[in-house]
């Protein structure tokens, strides 16, 4: 997956189709920087209608007009994502892409208010929009870095849900054994399930202090898990960082990276992407 937008092929039919699509897509014409500086600061003035909208002294005094700007972004963006899908070459390539899933959650809350109360504040996802700031200050290598970033994460996948599978059953193996020690004495741990809860907060170092142990031997088994939190947190940032680093060596060595997922193969000589399939250009 790249957050760079894939949709770089210019679509066939009509002058007009191809012009709108420059100017959408595209950051090399006047129109299209105009056009891209007129929709990052609708998405700002957008989210801030939307967070403004969420206090409730301004929402009792304005809520009729924060209501009708919101519905008037949502109305512009909507035509935007459709003219986008229209003028794309491969509108279900963009509609798949990093950009085009944003654009699409930044429309589909307030749609969705109207069967779910409440659901239009999901609309500050239109915020992830501004990162195509990048595009139009001609900021590509940041996007490189952030796909670099990226890929190590799609890379460490598989490693970290193992991970998290075996934190989750440590967790539920010390709180149940939590819960026996301290369910006599404490009403807090009045459940295995909140046990658990506890043990989620512990072992992650974030300590709310809403439950806490008052026997000695949940104390020593707090402290023992306090201890161990510290370790726990470093594997992931450690499975993240070899990644990273195999990412670099791979880019040193000058290794071409797919152009759809930018996922960079080990092999030199592959033709095609092992993560995605699709054919890698060589110089």
């Given at each position: 997956?790249?957050?760079?937008?894939?949709?770089?092929?210019?679509?066939?039919?009509?002058?007009?189709?191809?012009?709108?699509?420059?100017?959408?897509?595209?950051?090399?014409?006047?129109?299209?920087?105009?056009?891209?500086?007129?929709?990052?600061?609708?998405i700002?003035?957008?989210?801030?209608?939307?967070?403004?909208d969420?206090?409730?002294?301004?929402?009792?005094?304005?809520?009729?007009?924060?209501?009708?700007?919101?519905?008037?972004?949502?109305?512009?963006?909507?035509?935007?994502?459709?003219?986008?899908?229209?003028?794309?070459?491969?509108?279900?390539?963009?509609?798949?892409?990093?950009?085009?899933?944003?654009?699409?959650?930044?429309?589909?809350p307030?749609?969705?208010?109207?069967?779910?109360?409440?659901?239009?504040?999901?609309a500050?996802?239109?915020?992830?929009?501004?990162?195509?700031?990048f595009?139009?200050?001609?900021?590509?290598?940041?996007?490189g870095?952030?796909?670099?970033?990226?890929?190590?994460?799609?890379?460490?996948?598989?490693?970290?849900?193992?991970f998290?599978?075996?934190?989750?059953?440590?967790?539920?193996?010390?709180?149940?054994?939590?819960?026996?020690?301290?369910?006599?004495?404490?009403?807090?741990?009045?459940?295995?399930?909140?046990?658990?809860?506890?043990?989620?907060?512990?072992?992650?170092?974030?300590?709310y202090?809403?439950?806490?142990?008052?026997?000695?031997?949940?104390?020593?088994?707090?402290?023992?898990?306090?201890?161990?939190?510290?370790?726990?947190?470093?594997?992931?940032?450690?499975?993240?960082?070899?990644?990273?680093?195999?990412?670099?060596?791979l880019?040193?060595?000058?290794?071409?990276?797919?152009?759809?997922?930018?996922?960079?193969?080990?092999?030199a000589?592959?033709?095609?992407?092992?993560?995605?399939g699709?054919?890698i250009?060589?110089?």
């Amino acid at each position: 997956m790249s957050i760079e937008s894939p949709d770089q092929v210019e679509p066939e039919g009509s002058a007009f189709r191809r012009r709108v699509w420059r100017i959408v897509f595209k950051s090399d014409t006047r129109a299209g920087r105009l056009f891209d500086l007129v929709l990052l600061w609708s998405i700002v003035a957008s989210v801030i209608v939307v967070m403004l909208d969420s206090v409730e002294s301004l929402r009792a005094q304005w809520h009729s007009w924060f209501l009708l700007l919101e519905w008037t972004f949502t109305g512009l963006f909507t035509l935007e994502y459709i003219l986008r899908l229209w003028c794309s070459a491969r509108p279900w390539v963009y509609a798949k892409s990093f950009f085009g899933l944003v654009d699409l959650m930044s429309v589909a809350p307030n749609y969705l208010s109207l069967v779910l109360g409440g659901s239009h504040y999901l609309a500050a996802v239109r915020i992830l929009r501004l990162m195509r700031v990048f595009r139009i200050l001609k900021m590509a290598h940041h996007v490189g870095e952030a796909n670099l970033l990226l890929n190590a994460l799609i890379a460490s996948r598989r490693k970290i849900f193992v991970f998290m599978t075996s934190v989750l059953a440590l967790v539920c193996v010390e709180g149940t054994l939590m819960y026996v020690l301290e369910q006599a004495d404490n009403p807090r741990f009045a459940s295995i399930p909140a046990a658990v809860y506890w043990a989620v907060v512990t072992v992650t170092t974030v300590g709310y202090g809403d439950v806490v142990p008052v026997t000695v031997a949940g104390k020593v088994l707090a402290s023992f898990m306090m201890m161990t939190g510290f370790a726990i947190l470093a594997v992931p940032t450690g499975i993240v960082t070899a990644e990273i680093g195999r990412e670099v060596a791979l880019r040193k060595q000058g290794l071409p990276s797919c152009g759809e997922c930018g996922y960079t193969p080990t092999d030199a000589a592959a033709v095609y992407c092992s993560r995605c399939g699709t054919s890698i250009p060589h110089a």
